[in-house]
């Protein structure tokens, strides 16, 4: 039986400090000690490349991409430590890098995800937003691409498969079936693990949630249970009987 631990949206920012919700996660990660961690991604906030803010220098003083990888190498430091296997998926943030090298090509080689985490060494797999899917059993992972009140029911149309994905920032799930194959499919979004009110949103609600899933994978036939997991405002959940928080 598979442990998989499902985590997404960290957008890791070295000018912040490490978000509650993050760090009850990575709590819970080292005691239950998943076979396998998948990131769905926005591993990355990357703020000072965004159109959002590129009028704001005020705002983006002492961003810079080497103290932001540096974060994610200890990082990933720790979820090596901690998970027998780690799957890294790119997304819209994490996508900003590529679209800064279209921009400008002379940075081609010089700051990418892949090549500054030194995923190859670590042996550790980065999927693409725009390249092969990564799927392990009856499930398929992916960041996500579209975040309103219907993006379960639209990605589950789109991809007619069972998938988790990320980029919404809230927990929604949408079931479909199709009775003559006997097939059901069902497509979960999760909660985020970074700020709920982020200073790019200047104040502005945002309705997102913290949390995470845990799937349960049989090995040889792929079949698995996906539970999602809400990190509630008291910055606690409750699994298998126990409470989680970071004060216990």
């Known amino acids: 039986m598979l442990k998989i631990l499902v985590i997404t949206d960290t957008h890791w920012d ?72 780690v799957v890294l998926i790119e997304g819209n943030h994490d996508e900003r890098i590529i679209r800064l090298v279209d921009r400008d090509p002379k940075l081609q080689g010089l700051i990418e995800i892949p090549e500054q985490l030194h995923l190859e060494e670590r042996k550790i797999p980065w999927y693409p937003q725009n390249g092969k899917v990564f799927q392990k059993g009856k499930l398929a992972f992916i960041h996500g691409f579209w975040a309103n009140k219907y993006a379960a029911e639209r990605h589950l149309s789109k991809y007619k498969h ?30 985020c693990l970074c700020s709920k009110a982020p200073d790019w949103k200047n104040g502005e609600p945002t309705g997102w949630q913290n949390g995470f899933a845990i799937i349960y994978m049989d090995e040889k036939t792929g079949r698995f249970n996906l539970f999602p997991v809400n990190i509630n405002k008291y910055n606690e959940f409750f699994w298998e009987g126990k409470l989680w928080t970071r004060k216990s």
């Open 14 to 85: 070295a000018t912040q400090g490490e978000d509650p919700a993050y760090g009850l996660v990575k709590k819970f990660a080292k005691s239950w000690k998943p076979d396998l961690t998948v990131h769905l991604g926005d591993v990355f906030e990357f703020e000072y490349l965004s159109s959002f803010s590129k009028e704001k220098l005020k705002r983006l003083e002492g961003k810079r991409f080497q103290k932001d990888y540096q974060l994610a190498q200890r990082e990933l430091d720790f979820w090596q430590k901690v998970s027998t296997e």
């Open 162 to 191: 069972n998938l988790v994905f990320g980029h919404v920032h809230k927990f929604q799930t949408f079931s479909d079936a199709m009775p003559l194959m006997e097939t059901e499919m069902e497509a979960w979004a999760l909660g």
